[in-house]
């Protein structure tokens, strides 16, 4: 029998109650039913500078993205949580992108990746999903074709934390599915 595709999962969002991460959590929970093994990450552990080219000349790649290098050299796939600023990406999610990007060899050329977003809002982050589609396509990326937003986030969460809609729990146990599928067959 073959080993579980890895996939390493994180949010662009660092607060705590972030409806993203909580999305993230429910697509990690399918990712694990249909085979995947996920390693979920808080981008609040791999704390980075902002980019900036004289930074990098000077001192390197920092610590924390030569650790999330490392992390990613061992994953086959990534699940992304693409929270909505602005209708574009978040400033910590395309920073976390950025440094990881600098390094030697392209550590996202080949890896099948998904992305997810969350919103109070009616689009449901639409927008930053289809930015950071676009940005890890750009970046060698296989990205998986399904799509799972959720749009008036606020309301989506039990107590517990689970979807509330059977609908919304379909669109992320399709979307699970097909990055499990994607990263056993091009992973």
């Known amino acids: 029998m073959s080993t579980a595709p890895r996939i390493l999962a994180f949010a662009g969002s660092a607060r705590r109650d972030s409806l993203n991460r909580k999305l993230l959590a429910s697509v990690v929970k399918a990712v694990e039913a249909a085979g995947g093994a996920v390693t979920l990450l808080d981008l609040n552990d791999y704390v980075l500078p902002l980019f900036h080219g004289d930074l990098e000349d000077a001192e390197g790649m920092p ?19 693409s929270p909505e600023y602005n209708s574009q990406v978040t400033p910590l999610l395309k ?19 998904a992305v997810v977003s ?23 990326c296989h990205v998986a074709p399904a799509q799972c937003i959720l749009p008036k986030a606020h309301e989506a969460f039990d107590e517990a934390g689970a ?8 669109s992320v146990e399709a979307l699970a599915a097909q990055l499990v599928d994607l990263v056993r067959r091009l992973g």
């Open 163 to 170: 979807l509330k809609s059977e609908r919304s729990q379909k």
């Open 118 to 140: 969350a919103s109070p809002g009616m689009l449901g982050g639409a927008r930053s999903l289809q930015h950071a589609r676009h940005l890890l396509l750009h970046l060698g």
């Open 95 to 113: 920073n976390t992108i950025d440094w990881l990007s600098r390094a030697d060899d392209n550590p996202f050329e080949g890896k099948v990746a």
């Open 63 to 81: 610590a924390n993205a030569v650790k999330l290098l490392e992390l990613m050299q061992v994953h086959a796939g990534l699940l992304i949580a």
